[in-house]
């Protein structure tokens, strides 16, 4: 059967001025609004305080208010957003009392709504009953933006059910260090990759009018600006060292494509890029991402980042200098967030003219920009009942497609799917946890709570009891985490146990990885998977049943020695809730993998690369006297992932070969499921510079979309790729296309095309 079906797809296409157009009606009420503040209502509206200032978690996990702080600090310090649970999530229903009692008092007192702030993060992480999908880092292995959008709009609608109006999401740090703890919140290492999954998030959290964000959206908020992904120790919050050429075209490229998508807010690294502390970077700030761009949006800090200024950057000598510096670098918001003494530090600032009124003025703007855009003025309060799709079925299949599209088949010596009736030994210790497939910010910051409140979810071990029926099924773990230590504690391994129930079982699944972190508690020191983990596969292997390995993990824990003892293995991220249902039905074949990796799996710990390196790092031998051996061993490759089924690419070819930077490329290619099954297949694009006078990335990926195949079924994809994605930041940190040959692939096939003429870009981006 041929089919020829043409997707016609745009890529990120070069990125242009003028994020969002200005909404007259909104800029005349600001002017009216701020005509009647006073200049401690200004500094407030630039406040932010966590819950836990006004109130506390009482005995029955009830928030109860303390009035008196409530009071002083909407009353008398004016502040104008609260963000955060206290401890853990809250039913929509508390959540509609707490935001409700904050913003009946705002309005009486200010006369300005509050926005509330919380980490949606991978749906809704702080609302107990509503949807968890996959983190991100799995969303970007499904390799489908239309499938992002939708699971962001669920986040937004079951968020606003709680009358919560804006998320810290999606977080766009390009990971250039697998060590990093917050690797898995991300889109992997790509930026094109981080800025197509950023546009896919913005207009399902926002919907499709930023001006207008409706009851059922809510506002997104762009983190962590820029470059935290790329701390040189791989611990969070430590110092990056980027070129400038990396900073603009890698970086800067997924927040520049978000904020153009109509992005409203962007939350700030915490930790310094070349030495400069990001919150005390003037140009990034205020040049590259309010000026050069027009952008209208609201910057706000990360936690307790203006403080870190003097307390751990070292760049300001007290909390007043330090609050100088952050604001005249352009921040507009202080996620303070337990002290108030910042309104009366800034207050002072601009009294002794060390911080302009037209800086402050400008701040309190964009923060009201924000609420009119949310229309929080009008409707500063949802009814929870208006919501009646929250946490339901229908939101949960969305959930459990993400989690199936996104788990990544990478070896498979033809045990899986399994056999009918073939019985198996469910071991380590990520089979039987909901905390290990949800990872952080699922229900607390940690994700520590989520064994208990991930009510009527599946562990993986549940789902494939559900899957194959409970007599098929032997669990031993082997290894158990030590849920009251940190991440990485285990309880004293129970090997023999594991060994003895194998002989009962006619093939081993293995789920390891790691136990849930997030942040600096999930720092590390080797990249290793732990020892007990390596030795449980180990053993089990020595028995001579075969040994499928269940990656559930949020960054690539290093396997090379334990891998060749598998005989298939399967990287499943961090899926989420539905995350167990979704690797039952793959792994029985009921479901069929198309996921792929959208990072370079790491072999050796001191052999960590990108998939776009420069091609020195892949050179076997080098020539000439010395003889070096510079080749990188990588497990896996960005991009891999197999299927049930196989594909076979031809045909790729272009509407024309030369080209200049006016024109766009219409480059196609076939696709045809060659095998005896229905898949779905990542169609991915790269290219490569032959020659450049900054040395070429070996391979950069410029579009992708996912089709599905019926057995011997061919699609044509069609990509629309304009001349000017194939340009880069050259070493005087500007845009240039320059004139050469280029190769383009998909699959296995390759194309060469021409640039005639060499163009520079006259403005910052392109
Ligand atoms: C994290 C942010 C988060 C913020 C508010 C910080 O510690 O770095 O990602 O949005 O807290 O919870």
């Not at 949310?374 to 919501?387: I, K, M, R, T």
């Not at 990188?632 to 790729?652: E, H, I």
Request: contains cysteine; proline residues 4%.
């Amino acid at each position: 059967m041929k089919t020829s079906i043409t997707l016609a797809l745009m890529t990120a296409t070069a990125m242009q001025t003028a994020a969002i157009t200005p909404d007259s009606a909104i800029e005349r009420r600001i002017d009216s609004i701020m005509s009647r503040m006073t200049i401690e209502e200004k500094i407030g509206q630039m406040t932010e305080l966590t819950l836990d200032v006004i109130g506390h978690r009482n005995s029955d996990g009830q928030f109860e208010f303390n009035e008196d702080k409530l009071s002083e600090v909407i009353g008398h310090f004016k502040v104008g957003s609260i963000l955060n649970v206290s401890e853990m999530a809250l039913t929509r229903d508390e959540w509609h009392k707490v935001i409700g009692r904050i913003q009946q008092e705002s309005m009486e007192k200010i006369g300005i709504p509050c926005i509330y702030g919380l980490d949606q993060n991978h749906g809704t992480t702080y609302t107990l009953g509503g949807t968890l999908f996959p983190q991100n880092i799995n969303m970007a292995a499904t390799f489908s933006t239309p499938l992002a959008e939708k699971a962001a709009s669920i986040t937004a609608y079951e968020t606003r059910a709680g009358s919560c109006s804006w998320t810290y999401s999606p977080t766009l740090d390009l990971v250039r260090n697998p060590c990093w703890p917050r690797m898995w919140e991300n889109f992997g290492e790509d930026c094109l990759m981080n800025a197509e999954m950023g546009k896919a998030f913005v207009r399902g959290l926002q919907g499709s009018d930023p001006n207008h964000i409706g009851q059922t959206n809510i506002a997104s908020c762009l983190k962590h600006f820029m470059g935290y992904g790329a701390a040189a120790t791989g611990k969070d919050r430590t110092p990056a060292y980027i070129s400038p050429a990396d900073l603009r075209e890698k970086h800067f490229a997924p927040y520049l494509a978000a904020i153009t998508e109509g992005a409203v807010s962007v939350m700030v690294n915490s930790g310094s890029i070349n030495g400069l502390p990001v919150h005390a970077n003037k140009e990034l700030l205020t040049d590259w991402l309010k000026t050069e761009t027009s952008w209208d949006g609201m910057i706000v800090t990360d936690w307790a980042d203006i403080n870190n200024l003097y307390t751990r950057e070292r760049v300001a000598r007290d909390k007043k200098d330090a609050i100088r510096m952050a604001i005249n670098a352009g921040i507009d918001m202080a996620m303070e967030p337990y002290a108030t003494d910042f309104c009366t530090l800034l207050r002072e600032l601009v009294e002794e003219g060390k911080v302009e009124i037209t800086r402050i003025d400008d701040a309190v703007r964009r923060v009201l920009r924000l609420k009119l855009r949310l229309g929080l003025f009008e409707h500063s309060v949802q009814n929870p009942e208006d919501y009646p799709l929250f946490g339901s079925e229908a939101h949960k299949a969305v959930a459990l497609q993400g989690a199936t599209e996104s788990m990544v088949l990478l070896k498979n010596n033809g045990v899986l799917p399994l056999k009918n009736n073939c019985r198996i030994l469910v071991t380590g210790p990520n089979a039987d946890s909901m905390r290990s497939l949800n990872g952080g910010w699922s229900y607390s910051w940690q994700g520590d709570k989520a064994n208990e409140w991930a009510i009527g979810q599946n562990t993986i071990l549940q789902a494939l009891r559900n899957e194959l029926g409970s007599d098929r099924v032997v669990y031993e773990p082997g290894v158990r985490y030590d849920d009251q230590g940190s991440y990485e504690a285990e309880l004293a391994p129970e090997i023999e146990k594991a060994i003895a129930a194998a002989d009962k079982a006619d093939i081993i699944i293995a789920c390891i990885g790691e136990n849930s972190y997030c942040e600096t508690p999930g720092n590390l020191n080797d990249l290793s998977l732990s020892a007990n983990q390596r030795r449980l596969v180990s053993s089990l292997a020595a028995t001579g049943k075969p040994v499928v390995l269940i990656l559930n993990e949020g960054r690539p824990r290093i396997i090379s020695d334990i891998e060749p003892l598998a005989d298939a293995v399967v990287e499943i991220m961090l899926p989420g809730n539905s995350g167990g249902d979704a690797l039952a039905g793959l792994l029985t074949g009921r479901f069929n993998f198309s996921g792929r990796l959208p990072f370079t799996y790491p072999k050796h710990t001191n052999s960590l690369t990108l998939y776009d390196h420069k091609p020195s790092e892949q050179t076997e031998t080098m020539s000439g006297a010395y003889g070096y051996d510079a080749r990188v061993d990588v497990q896996w490759p960005f991009g891999a992932g197999m299927s049930y089924t196989t594909f076979a690419y031809s045909n790729l070819r272009a509407d024309k070969t030369d080209f200049t930077v006016t024109d766009t490329l219409t480059v196609s290619v076939d696709v045809t499921n060659t095998g005896n099954v229905a898949g779905k297949e990542a169609v991915l694009l790269f290219s490569t510079d032959l020659v450049a006078s900054i040395t070429p990335d070996a391979r950069r990926l410029r579009a992708f979309t996912k089709i599905d195949l019926k057995p011997g079924e061919t699609k044509t994809v069609t990509f629309m790729l304009p001349a000017s994605d194939l340009a880069f930041v050259d070493y005087s940190g500007k845009w240039v296309l320059e004139e050469g040959e280029f190769d383009l692939m998909a699959g296995r096939e390759t194309l060469r095309v021409n640039c005639t003429t060499t163009h520079p870009f006259s403005t910052p981006n392109r």
